[in-house]
């Protein structure tokens, strides 16, 4: 079982940037691809970013490319999502999730670990 902790959300003025973690428990962290969801209120949960097993690879949702970058660091466990240039739009809870298939994760067909979420909140 891996356990996953998100950290480092807030409230930001537009045009700002935030750097979330997640810290995973466990030996098997790097066995898995790892990805980033949101949800904004009153509406469904989507795909941000996934990234594979070794960290050579990454995928974006359209709204957030150019802007987000995923990474991870394997030694620590640990994978992160930087966010620059922030828009009002990209408010939510941000998840951490990670899954043996990162196409579970990119395709949002249900991934197998979760972390409990943070809340982003940008202001224009």
């Known amino acids: 079982q891996m356990q996953l902790l998100e950290s480092g959300g807030g409230l930001v003025q537009a045009g700002g940037s935030l750097r979330l973690s997640c810290a995973a428990s466990g030996r098997t962290f790097s066995s898995y691809a790892m990805g980033w969801f949101r949800q904004a209120p009153g509406k469904e949960r989507e795909f941000v970013a996934g990234i594979i097993r070794g960290g050579g690879s990454a995928y974006y949702a359209d709204s957030v490319k150019g802007r987000f970058t995923i990474s991870r660091d394997n030694a620590k466990n640990t994978v992160y999502l930087q966010m620059n240039s922030l828009q009002p739009e990209d408010t939510g809870v941000y998840y951490c999730?990670?899954?043996?298939?990162?196409?579970?994760?990119?395709?949002?067909?249900?991934?197998?670990?979760w972390g409990q979420g943070t809340q982003v909140t940008v202001s224009s």
């Open positions: 999730a990670g899954d043996l298939s990162l196409h579970t994760i990119v395709e949002d067909l249900g991934c197998e670990h």
